[in-house]
């Protein structure tokens, strides 16, 4: 694959010393340790979803992404880290590029031990357009323990995407892009139909992407293995030919149950 690192440096280099721009101080962020992220690895998305559902109030339109945001890096995966948020304008005709939120993310990603998630809302005025990075850009942001992207825009370069590698869940493959402009650095973002704010746990394998609530994030783990051994049981008994419909519905309200479930009421918001 021919080397775009000129083409991206003529683009993403608008300062003569990007290098030497020192990120804005920011609030701490949550107190979710890096093993904790670390753990949640070892679950598939859609049974976290699963178990949020079970344990947590917060109302599940404000969590799950739309069907619109798609990976397009097959077997990599679970993504797993925290959110850094930002806005690009990638394909809106003429204007001046703007980098500067762009180096400010990266340098703050690389003073965070812990695994990040890049989430990019575009707004430019051409949005099948839109194209937030390629596998330059990816190798940059790999570097600083970035480990994924997550945008309502486009992506180019997915075989050398794949090769650092370097997930990406987004509308689709862009083959190119216009002057990048970014802006709102840790602000939150719309993507995907819910709001993601700097500092959230983001969760993406190949089924999709959840924003994980504060208020679960912690005992996530642990309770994921109850569900995934409630769910093994379940689907045992749903995959019978013996049984007829009703009594596996109470066999599996049982297994709820024994397993400590119950469906949490959630609030309107």
Same mark, same amino acid.
């Given at each position: 694959?021919?080397?775009?690192?000129?083409?991206?440096?003529?683009?993403?280099?608008?300062?003569?010393?990007?290098?030497?721009?020192?990120?804005?101080?920011?609030? &701490?962020?949550?107190?979710?340790?890096?093993?904790?992220?670390?753990?949640?690895?070892?679950?598939?998305?859609?049974?976290?979803?699963?178990?949020?559902?079970?344990?947590?109030?917060?109302?599940?339109?404000?969590?799950?992404?739309?069907?619109?945001?798609?990976?397009?890096?097959?077997?990599?995966? &679970?993504?797993?880290?925290?959110?850094?948020?930002?806005?690009?304008?990638?394909?809106?005709?003429?204007?001046?590029?703007?980098?500067?939120?762009?180096?400010?993310?990266?340098?703050?990603?690389?003073?965070?031990?812990?695994?990040?998630?890049?989430?990019?809302?575009?707004?430019?005025?051409?949005?099948?357009?839109?194209?937030?990075?390629?596998?330059?850009?990816?190798?940059?942001?790999?570097?600083?323990?970035?480990?994924?992207?997550?945008?309502?825009?486009?992506?180019?370069?997915?075989?050398?995407?794949?090769?650092?590698?370097?997930?990406?869940?987004?509308?689709?493959?862009?083959?190119?892009?216009?002057?990048?402009?970014?802006?709102?650095?840790?602000?939150?973002?719309?993507?995907?139909?819910?709001?993601?704010?700097?500092?959230?746990?983001?969760?993406?394998?190949?089924?999709?992407?959840?924003?994980?609530?504060?208020?679960?994030?912690?005992?996530? &783990?642990?309770?994921?293995?109850?569900?995934?051994?409630?769910?093994?049981?379940?689907?045992?008994?749903?995959?019978?030919?013996?049984?007829?419909?009703?009594?596996?519905?109470?066999?599996?309200?049982?297994?709820?149950?024994?397993?400590?479930?119950?469906?949490?009421?959630?609030?309107?918001?």
């Amino acid at each position: 694959m021919p080397s775009r690192i000129p083409d991206m440096l003529a683009n993403y280099c608008d300062s003569p010393h990007p290098h030497l721009a020192r990120p804005a101080t920011i609030a &701490p962020m949550g107190t979710v340790s890096k093993e904790i992220l670390e753990q949640l690895i070892e679950f598939d998305t859609a049974l976290l979803a699963n178990t949020i559902g079970m344990i947590d109030s917060t109302p599940v339109h404000e969590w799950y992404m739309g069907s619109s945001i798609q990976t397009v890096t097959p077997g990599l995966g &679970p993504t797993v880290g925290v959110a850094y948020t930002c806005e690009l304008d990638s394909s809106t005709p003429g204007g001046t590029a703007s980098l500067e939120d762009y180096w400010q993310v990266v340098e703050q990603m690389e003073n965070d031990d812990r695994p990040a998630v890049l989430v990019v809302q575009t707004v430019g005025s051409r949005p099948d357009h839109e194209c937030v990075i390629g596998d330059g850009m990816g190798k940059m942001l790999a570097a600083v323990g970035c480990k994924g992207l997550v945008t309502n825009g486009g992506v180019r370069d997915v075989p050398g995407l794949m090769t650092i590698p370097f997930a990406a869940y987004c509308t689709g493959r862009t083959i190119h892009h216009g002057v990048l402009r970014f802006r709102a650095a840790n602000q939150p973002v719309q993507v995907g139909g819910i709001t993601v704010r700097h500092g959230d746990i983001v969760h993406a394998d190949g089924g999709g992407v959840i924003s994980i609530p504060s208020s679960c994030v912690r005992e996530l &783990p642990k309770e994921a293995v109850r569900m995934l051994a409630f769910e093994r049981e379940a689907h045992l008994l749903l995959r019978r030919s013996d049984m007829r419909p009703a009594a596996k519905r109470a066999g599996v309200q049982e297994l709820l149950a024994s397993y400590g479930f119950k469906q949490v009421p959630h609030t309107d918001r």
